[in-house]
């Protein structure tokens, strides 16, 4: 009955997927003494060639494994142990046993035996490795990226914050995600009254603009950007503003986000720029033709008479001539000296010279040609200046011929000079229209030219630029007081030689 039992059991044993081998305690070395079919599978070996050896030949020379250990304790001290270890097929082949060693004990509680059951992990091992493997590249690449989209931030942060653009990103509600200092300078705005706000409600909803919500609107559910977009549009605190708008959904690597980009150029001064070189266009072309036609009249004229017959109509026709190629000259001079001075060509030939002398001088013979003025004079310096005399002549001439053409109700101009520190003053005074204070600020800007004197006064708006550029190679300076109505005047200062 025992022996039944006992085949029936070792039958058992036999047909199960664990390996399962008995080691014998009380002999010499734990040798094995039992060990199933599964056993001899998962190890390569036969029966034969392990009954008898202790199990250490499955780790084969890998003996520096830290399980060996534990399974050394348990075996000494009597105790179960679960181990994962590195084992060797009889062919060389590693495989990953999980161990089970349980002592078996007699009546006396001595240990008699051990029973070993192993499984061959090594898939699962394998699969445990590869996820390991996997997670950690995963955990690298996410590291990596994030270093790397980190890093794009802080770089297009960096170029967001110093373009010389105003910048916007919206939500899909176009709620203001961020702006950019030149936005936040540029529509004198601070971070906490745009940030978070919505767009149309910014600054008493001074960006309430229909057109800019039109355009917006169809922007997130197209995908179609705003490009160059020209809005005029006036603002509570910094005025009229003539903005070139660009605005995109933002893409980022390949994918819509529900972002709006809103680059805001302002394109104001650009405009008004344009404009003036448009009118000086015009107005220069006009001004170069008219005595031009005059001349080729006067040709004409002179081609069909007789000099032998008509001499002094010939010489005053003549005469004629010439003053109008004088006039030519000084209109071409005129425009030589700005773009001289615009690309900064101008020579200075200084020179010491007497300011007073030069500027009595220069009464006198502005006097004789405007003899229906009264310019007077008042004031001395008895200083000498080092300076370029024609250049500082032609500003002098300059103002006093602007007071004379925006004054025309009046026939006085007050010159007067005098020392102030180290430099010398002159001033010239009109009793004329005067200028508004929107006008002071732009009046020494090439081309410009008050807009209420455009048609009825002639001139090119480069006089006063090119005076104000000769004064400052001077290092001195040029500067108007004036109001509307009560005539203007116009002062230069001058470095003095000192003795
Ligand atoms: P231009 O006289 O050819 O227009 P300027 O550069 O000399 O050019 O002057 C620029 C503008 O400044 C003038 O168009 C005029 O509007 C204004 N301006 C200059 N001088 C006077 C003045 N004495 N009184 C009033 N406005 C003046």
């Given at each position: 009955?025992?022996?039944?039992?006992?085949?029936?059991?070792?039958?058992?044993?036999?047909?199960?997927?664990?390996?399962?081998?008995?080691?014998?305690?009380?002999?010499?070395?734990?040798?094995?003494?039992?060990?199933?079919?599964?056993?001899e599978k998962i190890s390569g070996?036969?029966?034969?060639?392990?009954?008898?050896?202790?199990?250490?030949?499955?780790?084969?020379?890998?003996?520096?494994?830290?399980?060996?250990?534990?399974?050394?304790?348990?075996?000494?001290?009597?105790?179960?142990?679960?181990?994962?270890?590195?084992?060797?097929?009889?062919?060389?082949?590693?495989?990953?046993?999980?161990?089970?060693?349980?002592?078996?004990?007699?009546?006396?509680?001595?240990?008699?035996?051990?029973?070993?059951?192993?499984?061959?992990?090594?898939?699962?091992?394998?699969?445990?490795?590869?996820?390991?493997?996997?997670?950690?590249?995963?955990?690298?690449?996410?590291?990596?990226?994030?270093?790397?989209?980190?890093?794009?931030?802080?770089?297009?942060?960096?170029?967001?914050?110093?373009?010389?653009?105003?910048?916007?990103?919206?939500?899909?509600?176009?709620?203001?995600?961020?702006?950019?200092?030149?936005?936040?300078?540029?529509?004198?705005?601070?971070?906490?009254?745009?940030?978070?706000?919505?767009?149309?409600?910014?600054?008493?909803?001074?960006?309430?603009?229909?057109?800019?919500?039109?355009?917006?609107?169809?922007?997130?559910?197209?995908?179609?950007?705003?490009?160059?977009?020209?809005?005029?549009?006036?603002?509570?605190?910094?005025?009229?503003?003539?903005?070139?708008?660009?605005?995109?959904?933002?893409?980022?690597?390949?994918?819509?986000?529900?972002?709006?980009?809103?680059?805001?150029?302002?394109?104001?001064?650009?405009?008004?720029?344009?404009?003036?070189?448009?009118?000086?266009?015009?107005?220069?072309?006009?001004?170069?033709?008219?005595?031009?036609?005059?001349?080729?009249?006067?040709?004409?004229?002179?081609?069909?008479?007789?000099?032998?017959?008509?001499?002094?109509?010939?010489?005053?026709?003549?005469?004629?001539?010439?003053?109008?190629?004088?006039?030519?000259?000084?209109?071409?001079?005129?425009?030589?000296?700005?773009?001289?001075?615009?690309?900064?060509?101008?020579?200075?030939?200084?020179?010491?010279?007497?300011?007073?002398?030069?500027?009595?001088?220069?009464?006198?013979?502005?006097?004789?040609?405007?003899?229906?003025?009264?310019?007077?004079?008042?004031?001395?310096?008895?200083?000498?200046?080092?300076?370029?005399?024609?250049?500082?002549?032609?500003?002098?001439?300059?103002?006093i011929s602007n007071a004379i053409?925006?004054?025309?109700?009046?026939?006085?101009?007050?010159?007067?000079?005098?020392?102030?520190?180290?430099?010398?003053?002159?001033?010239?005074?009109?009793?004329?229209?005067?200028?508004?204070?929107?006008?002071?600020?732009?009046?020494?800007?090439?081309?410009?030219?008050?807009?209420?004197?455009?048609?009825?006064?002639?001139?090119?708006?480069?006089?006063?630029?090119?005076?104000?550029?000769?004064?400052?190679?001077?290092?001195?300076?040029?500067?108007?007081?004036?109001?509307?109505?009560?005539?203007?005047?116009?002062?230069?200062?001058?470095?003095?030689?000192?003795?």
């Amino acid at each position: 009955m025992i022996n039944e039992n006992l085949n029936i059991y070792l039958q058992a044993l036999n047909s199960a997927n664990s390996g399962i081998i008995i080691t014998d305690n009380l002999q010499p070395d734990n040798p094995i003494i039992y060990c199933n079919s599964a056993f001899e599978k998962i190890s390569g070996y036969n029966k034969d060639e392990i009954i008898g050896h202790n199990c250490r030949f499955l780790q084969a020379q890998d003996r520096s494994q830290a399980e060996r250990q534990l399974i050394k304790e348990s075996i000494r001290d009597g105790k179960e142990c679960r181990v994962e270890i590195r084992n060797y097929r009889k062919n060389g082949q590693l495989f990953w046993n999980e161990l089970f060693i349980s002592p078996v004990k007699n009546d006396d509680g001595m240990i008699t035996h051990f029973i070993g059951v192993q499984n061959d992990v090594t898939d699962r091992k394998k699969i445990e490795y590869d996820l390991r493997e996997e997670k950690s590249s995963v955990e690298e690449k996410i590291q990596q990226r994030t270093k790397e989209l980190m890093g794009k931030e802080a770089f297009l942060a960096s170029i967001i914050q110093t373009v010389r653009e105003s910048l916007l990103v919206l939500d899909s509600n176009y709620v203001v995600l961020s702006a950019n200092n030149h936005f936040l300078s540029s529509f004198k705005v601070t971070q906490e009254e745009t940030v978070g706000k919505v767009l149309f409600e910014l600054g008493n909803h001074q960006w309430d603009i229909d057109t800019l919500k039109d355009l917006l609107t169809k922007i997130l559910p197209t995908n179609n950007p705003v490009t160059d977009y020209e809005v005029e549009h006036h603002f509570q605190h910094i005025g009229k503003k003539v903005m070139l708008l660009n605005a995109y959904r933002i893409e980022f690597e390949g994918q819509y986000k529900d972002r709006i980009l809103i680059a805001i150029e302002d394109i104001t001064d650009k405009k008004e720029l344009d404009r003036r070189k448009d009118d000086f266009l015009s107005i220069a072309s006009h001004e170069l033709k008219t005595p031009l036609t005059t001349i080729k009249s006067l040709i004409q004229l002179l081609q069909r008479m007789d000099p032998a017959k008509n001499p002094d109509q010939f010489t005053t026709s003549l005469d004629k001539v010439s003053i109008y190629i004088e006039k030519l000259n000084k209109l071409i001079s005129k425009l030589l000296d700005t773009s001289k001075i615009h690309s900064g060509n101008i020579e200075l030939h200084l020179e010491p010279f007497e300011i007073d002398k030069t500027i009595k001088e220069a009464i006198e013979n502005l006097s004789v040609v405007n003899p229906e003025y009264e310019i007077s004079f008042s004031g001395c310096t008895n200083a000498s200046v080092l300076g370029d005399e024609m250049q500082i002549l032609q500003v002098f001439n300059n103002l006093i011929s602007n007071a004379i053409k925006y004054a025309p109700g009046s026939k006085n101009i007050e010159v007067y000079i005098n020392t102030v520190g180290n430099f010398v003053k002159i001033s010239v005074k009109d009793f004329g229209m005067g200028i508004s204070h929107q006008d002071k600020i732009k009046i020494f800007e090439r081309f410009f030219r008050a807009s209420n004197i455009q048609k009825k006064y002639p001139g090119l708006g480069i006089g006063l630029y090119v005076s104000h550029e000769i004064i400052v190679n001077h290092k001195g300076t040029l500067w108007v007081e004036s109001e509307v109505g009560e005539g203007s005047t116009f002062n230069f200062t001058l470095p003095v030689i000192k003795n």
